[in-house]
């Protein structure tokens, strides 16, 4: 397996990050990454299965899982942290706070500028990682001090920007325009996509659907067989009008009701609303993946098995070497 950049700034063996995911990515997958060589990410409300308005309690949620987290494993983990504004942005304050009391390793931030909590990190030791989806938001990460960025195709699971950049495109943009390293994310799912974001210049990977699917993974057994049956065309991207960025889904009936309003002309509010009581939490924790937003990558056709954690790195890292071979035989 090559060694990067990330490799060397982590302290870790593989550059295979796991990819946060709302309600699902507790201590136990983060851990089991981890360990397995890759780094583990606490994804927001880790550990927990109910929906809380209070800022505090969020808080110690967290702590609690970053505390379980720790006596998993001694080796270095990320926690995510969407930033938003408003009320959203007072949760992710007091999750900041409590990551910084707790010594934290690695922190990545996403949906919000980067100006907001880097220097914060930095002062207190901690990387930082910034999720973008576009050139023009990469440079403004790099100029905000971030250690490195993470470049998501709109291939990716849940909510992306607006820009539907494929990963393909992206990530090797994004490496021509940043000196920082550059972490590919959206569809990768096995050793060839590693090999494939490699070539692009990423010095990591960025996974989420793969490690959905995984013993480890918080998410419902039926959303994780969904992953499962899926095949090219099971998931679509949707919610462009929204304004909040694309997201993508498994194929139900809570997007064909979506696509039937946005058609319709639906107005925002009705659209919204409709998001609002179909949440993904849902489908994430309760497996209703029928009439709630199920998020999903496009490269769960990709995905036959669920597996631990651990199978999932070592089968990426026993396949690249052949992968490689391979290309070196068809050299002209």
């Not at 110690?60 to 990320?78: D, G, V």
């Not at 500028?113 to 990460?141: D, I, M, N, Q, W």
């Not at 919610?239 to 696509?259: A, W």
């Not at 669920?306 to 070497?321: G, K, T």
């Amino acid at each position: 397996m090559l060694r990067t950049r990330i490799c060397d700034l982590l302290g870790i063996e593989y550059p295979i990050i796991q990819a946060p995911m709302n309600w699902i990515t507790g201590a136990n997958l983060a851990a089991a990454v981890s360990n397995a060589g890759g780094l583990g990410t606490l994804g927001p409300n880790a550990g927990a299965t109910e929906v809380t308005e209070d800022v505090a309690l969020t808080g110690e949620r967290l702590r609690s899982e970053i505390r379980k987290l720790k006596t998993l494993t001694q080796k270095p983990f990320a926690v995510n942290f969407p930033i938003g504004f408003g009320t959203v942005k007072d949760f992710a304050d007091r999750c900041v706070e409590v990551s910084l009391e707790e010594d934290i390793h690695v922190a990545i931030t996403s949906m919000g500028s980067p100006k907001v909590y880097t220097s914060r990190f930095r002062e207190a030791g901690v990387k930082v990682f910034h999720l973008v989806t576009s050139v023009r938001y990469a440079l403004k990460a790099e100029e905000a001090g971030v250690d490195a960025v993470v470049a998501q195709g709109f291939e990716a699971g849940g909510h992306s920007g607006a820009d539907e950049l494929p990963t393909m495109v992206l990530v090797p943009q994004v490496v021509d325009a940043v000196k920082i390293p550059v972490i590919a994310a959206g569809g990768i799912a096995d050793a060839r996509g590693v090999v494939a974001a490699l070539a692009l210049g990423a010095e990591a990977v960025y996974m989420g659907t793969r490690f959905l699917a995984t013993l480890e993974c918080d998410a419902h057994s039926n959303l994780k067989q969904a992953v499962v049956d899926a095949n090219d065309t099971s998931t679509i991207a949707w919610g462009k009008k929204l304004g909040v960025g694309i997201g993508r889904s498994l194929k139900n009936e809570f997007i064909e009701k979506y696509i039937e309003l946005e058609t319709g002309g639906a107005p925002l509010e009705e659209l919204g609303n409709h998001v609002l009581y179909h949440p993904m939490r849902n489908a994430l924790v309760q497996g209703d993946i029928d009439t709630s937003e199920a998020p999903c990558g496009a490269n769960a056709g990709m995905i036959h098995d669920i597996m631990s954690a651990r199978e999932v790195i070592e089968n990426i890292v026993a396949e690249v070497p052949a992968i490689l071979a391979k290309l070196n035989e068809k050299q002209v």
